[in-house]
T-cell receptor, first 116, second 115 residues
């Protein structure tokens, strides 16, 4: 059972436009959400996160929105740049609830391509 | 600067061989994790450890074991490698408690091919 779903395997946008990556989750115990970015042949790097007590978090060109009632979050990148081309993973955690020790559950990823 | 290193970037092993993948972190993190990444499947947790000599199974532990003898080092062991274990293996670490514990730092990965 996939608890974190990224239904779009790929997304292509023009440089300067907005990129919107979506993520849905099913586990109501998730209380913290993260986005990771991964280039080929490298490990994922942390991008931005949001706690379940918030509905928006912004860091420069990156904004994450959380809709708890819909169990949905999205990552907005504005403006998109060619260097943003990578695989983006959505991840969620129950924190220390039930002894999970901040284990992350990842989605399958979305390949973003930003065309010059 | 935080750092997670993995012993090999690329590894080729034969079916049936015993394989050791080593991971070292220099951030004094309590939690350490092993994932594998496969196309279309994302990152899947194999094992994690929250303290020396402590380990817990992740989502896909079959065919793997782990060892954590020192805080900074977490090893993944394939007792008898099989072709379906050909994958990218990623190690990560994080703090044990607090808000920062959610954020995991990843190593560069080991691309393992079993022939």
């Amino acid at each position: 059972d996939q608890q974190v779903k990224q239904n779009s395997p790929s997304l292509s946008v023009q440089e300067g436009r907005i990129s919107i990556l979506n993520c849905d989750y099913t586990n109501s115990m998730f209380d913290y959400f993260l986005w990771y970015k991964k280039y080929p042949a490298e490990g994922p790097t942390f991008l931005i996160s949001i706690s379940s007590i918030k509905d928006k978090n912004e860091d420069g060109r990156f904004t994450v929105f959380l809709n708890k009632s819909a169990k949905h979050l999205s990552l907005h990148i504005v403006p998109s740049q060619p260097g943003d081309s990578a695989v983006y993973f959505c991840a969620a955690s129950e924190g220390s609830n039930g002894g999970s020790n901040y284990k992350l559950t990842f989605g399958k990823g979305t390949l973003l391509t930003v065309n010059p | 600067d935080v750092k997670v290193t993995q012993s090999s970037r690329y590894l080729v092993k034969r079916t049936g061989e015993k394989v050791f993948l080593e991971c070292v972190q220099d951030m004094d993190h309590e939690n350490m994790f092993w994932y594998r990444q496969d196309p279309g499947l994302g990152l899947r947790l194999i094992y994690f450890s929250y303290d020396v000599k402590m380990k817990e199974k992740g989502d896909i532990p079959e065919g793997y074991s782990v060892s954590r003898e020192k805080k900074e080092r977490f090893s993944l062991i394939l007792e008898s490698a099989s072709t379906n274990q050909t994958s990218m293996y990623l190690c990560a670490s994080s703090l044990l408690v607090g808000l920062a514990s959610y954020e995991q730092y990843f190593g560069p990965g080991t691309r393992l091919t079993v022939t």
